[in-house]
């Protein structure tokens, strides 16, 4: 069985701060890793996935995340917050029966204060 | 480009009945996943289908059921609705590379009375 963990249900932090999303995976095999982020009222828009390969991989908008195996953890960051990230973040792991679902976190609110 | 559409937006049912619910894939997708997402919870994933078949399914009963055409658009089915049925349906397209990632629609928001 596949699983993601978000431990925060809110993260706060100053505009112009770093911020960090906290994710664990637990999956059998290599993990398939994914970042969706949610404004309200709309769907999940990608920002960014782990195949293979580099640690740290950058996606959209200025975020990044960093793949760490013996942590099993895909912790999502932005050196700088905007007001506008605000929103809801999910992080999933794809089926590692090779199906390409997706299996997501309970999602972290992050709200940034101007 | 237009991505992936979903209609329609709202919809007002009340327990007992049917409902269908309607997804056009982002252009070059032949792989449509239907995911519900509860209040203040991440999306689950319902089913998926690819070539008009479903190819995977996750823990959701019978009442649950869907279909793909030959142009790649889907419906979701939910008979016998329930009030824990009230949630945001989620239709997420992708081509069939596996590690592509999922583009999402903005869902319909079905509310149970």
């Known amino acids: 069985a596949q699983s993601v963990a978000q431990p925060e249900d809110q993260v706060n932090v100053a505009e112009g701060n770093p911020l960090t999303v906290k994710c664990t995976y637990s999956?059998?095999?290599?993990?398939?890793l994914f970042w969706y982020v949610q404004y309200p009222n709309r769907g999940l828009q990608f920002l960014l996935k782990y195949i293979t390969g580099d640690n740290l991989v950058k996606g959209s908008y200025g975020f990044e995340a960093e793949f760490n195996k013996s942590q099993t953890s895909f912790h999502l960051k932005k050196p700088s917050a905007l007001v506008s990230d605000s929103a809801l973040y999910f992080c999933?792991?794809?089926?590692?029966?090779?199906?390409?679902?997706?299996?997501f976190g309970t999602g972290t609110r992050l709200t940034v204060i101007p | 480009d237009a991505g992936v559409t979903q209609s329609p937006t709202h919809l007002i049912k009340t327990r007992g009945q049917q409902v269908t619910l309607r997804c056009s894939p982002k252009?070059?997708?032949?792989?449509v996943s239907w995911y519900q997402q509860a209040l203040g919870q991440g999306p689950q994933f319902i089913f998926q289908?690819?070539?008009?078949?479903?190819?995977q399914r996750g823990n959701f009963p019978d009442r649950f059921s869907g279909h793909q055409f030959p142009n790649y658009s889907s419906e979701l089915n939910v008979n016998a609705l329930l009030l824990g049925d009230s949630a945001l349906y989620l239709c997420a397209s992708s081509w069939g590379v596996m590690d592509q990632p999922q583009h999402f629609g903005d869902g319909t928001r079905l509310s149970i009375l």
């Open positions: 999956v059998s095999g290599n993990p398939y």
């Open positions: 252009s070059g997708h032949d792989t």
């Open positions: 289908y690819y070539e008009e078949e479903e190819r």
């Open positions: 999933a792991v794809r089926d590692s029966t090779g199906a390409n679902n997706l299996f």
